[in-house]
């Protein structure tokens, strides 16, 4: 297995608490997903990273079955506690080494996985192997509005100056690529993206506990002063702007489903 990529053993207690569906928002997600990737109730769908079944799910009532891989025991171990009688199987394996056959799947989904992957080219490749040759992989993702609010702003902005973005830079696919990876490793985008629109709130005490408590994977590799340094210059910065820690402010976001055929040949 891998030892590089990032594994979400660390988070499995908290992830469903940190980052489930706001309220509302799961229905609509999930239906972005199945319009995208034009799932039949009799397709078998392939999830990479499958974590906790945030997505597998939900999805699984629309499909016939999803089939997932995570190397996290703990994060599986939390899917297998929900698990009803959903048509969901996890598998502890790595996305670069599917144990899974060939032209087997008529969809995919991936969804925050290919920045936790050193490797994630091969990964790709994997997928390709295990879909049937018009089957689609959708790539989602969850976004915050490109303008952030005065206050988000403010606070991340005093957070990187401290921090160094630098220093939370992904193993796997980088920021700077999110947009346009797929294509640049040849898979053909397909239909139009769906696209679901909703307004978070969070107050500024939430977003530097969260932070501080190293909640995103990005800052497990921080050294401990660093974190402090910067929970620390976002409290002073949100002191010198007279910002209350706990007046909510919005965070208009976006979950965007984009579907892509393998590439050919
Ligand atoms: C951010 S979580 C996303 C889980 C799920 N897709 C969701 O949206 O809730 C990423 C998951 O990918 C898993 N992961 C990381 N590298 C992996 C790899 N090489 N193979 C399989 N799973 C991996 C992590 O353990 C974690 O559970």
């Given at each position: 297995m891998s030892s590089e990529s990032i594994v979400f053993d660390p988070a499995a207690g908290y992830y469903d608490e940190t980052r489930g569906f706001a309220p509302g928002v799961e229905g609509p997600a999930i239906a972005a997903m199945v319009r995208a990737g034009e799932f039949a109730p009799d397709s078998r769908i392939l999830e990479v990273g499958i974590g906790t079944g945030r997505i597998a799910l939900p999805l699984a009532a629309h499909v016939r079955s999803v089939t997932g891989v995570d190397l996290s025991r703990g994060m599986i171990d939390r899917l297998l506690a929900k698990r009803?009688?959903?048509?969901v199987y996890p598998v502890l394996a790595d996305a670069t080494r599917l144990p899974l056959p060939t032209n087997a799947f008529e969809g995919a989904v991936a969804v925050?996985?290919?920045?936790?992957?050193?490797a994630w080219q091969t990964a790709l490749q994997e997928v390709a192997r295990a879909l049937k040759p018009d089957g689609r992989l959708v790539s989602a993702y969850y976004d915050q509005a490109e303008k952030l609010s005065p206050v988000h702003e403010l606070l991340s902005a005093a957070w990187d100056e401290a921090?160094?973005?630098?220093?939370?830079?992904?193993?796997?696919?980088?920021r700077a690529r999110y947009g346009t990876f797929l294509t640049e490793e040849g898979w053909r985008q397909v239909g139009e993206p769906q696209v679901y629109e909703y307004t978070q709130t969070r107050t500024p005490r939430e977003h530097v506990r969260r932070m501080e408590q190293r909640v995103?994977?990005?800052?497990?590799?921080?050294?401990d002063e660093v974190v402090v340094r910067g929970a620390t210059a976002m409290r002073e910065a949100a002191a010198r702007a007279g910002i209350d820690l706990d007046a909510p402010f919005e965070v208009p976001s976006t979950f965007k489903a984009v579907a892509y055929l393998p590439p050919e040949g």
């Open positions: 009803d009688d959903q048509a925050h996985i290919f920045h936790l992957i050193p921090v160094g973005r630098d220093s939370m830079e992904n193993v796997g696919v980088p995103w994977s990005q800052c497990w590799r921080l050294p």
